[in-house]
T-cell receptor, first 115, second 112 residues
């Protein structure tokens, strides 16, 4: 069975410091991995995805994520956090044999960036 | 601008009443999805449709129904059989393959 875990309910970072939001996954085949961001009372916005190729994926708003097959992880990173990055972040995964209807979301990590 | 429109933004209903949430997209996407979001539980798939006149149950379909008569529209009915209907409901769409989902801004349903 597919699963995705975001081990931290909340991450607190000072503005200007690097941030990491963690995600680990379990799939039966090759993973397709996604990160989304959600601002209060809004839908989710796509940040980046890993399908194949380079393990370091660059996305919107200066975010990037590193795919690590041996550790089954896909952590979201940003070199310098902004207060406006404060939001709820979701990791999602499915295996390459399924469809988007098989996409599994993590429970979300609340990122709080303080000035 | 292309996008997904969910209406209404807030919806209040009495227990025992059916209610229908609207989702319309002008992105020309074939696939559409309904998710339910509860605090601390992430998103759970209710129903999805990959093509007009066809749809599949997701992980938590009990107490919900959908229709897909038009490519642009995928309404969700929350029936009285749904035990805990109060939640934030998100509609999404996508093209086939590895493309990301495009989400609407959600409908917050409160049933008392």
């Amino acid at each position: 069975a597919q699963s995705v875990a975001q081990p931290e309910d909340q991450v607190n970072v000072a503005e200007g410091n690097p941030l990491t939001v963690k995600c680990t996954y379990s799939v039966s085949g090759n993973p397709y991995l996604f990160w989304y961001v959600q601002y209060p009372n809004r839908g989710l916005q796509f940040l980046l995805k890993y399908i194949t190729g380079d393990n370091l994926v660059k996305g919107s708003y200066g975010f990037e994520a590193e795919f690590n097959k041996s550790q089954t992880s896909f952590h979201l990173k940003k070199p310098s956090a902004l207060v406006s990055d404060s939001a709820l972040y979701f990791c999602a995964v499915r295996d390459d044999g399924g469809s988007q209807g098989n996409l599994i979301f993590g429970k979300g990590t609340k990122l709080s960036v303080k000035p | 601008d292309g996008g997904i429109t969910q209406s209404p933004k807030y919806l209040f209903r009495k227990e025992g009443q059916n209610v229908t949430l609207s989702c319309e997209q002008n992105l020309n996407h074939d696939a559409m999805y309904w998710y339910r979001q509860d605090p601390g539980q992430g998103l759970r798939l209710i129903y999805y449709s990959q093509i007009v006149n066809d749809f599949q149950k997701g992980d938590i379909a009990e107490g919900y129904s959908v229709s897909r008569e038009k490519k642009e529209s995928f309404p969700l009915t929350v029936t009285s059989a749904q035990k805990n209907p109060t939640a934030f409901y998100l509609c999404a769409s996508s093209v086939p393959g590895n493309s990301p989902l495009h989400f609407g801004n959600g409908t917050r349903l409160t049933v008392t």
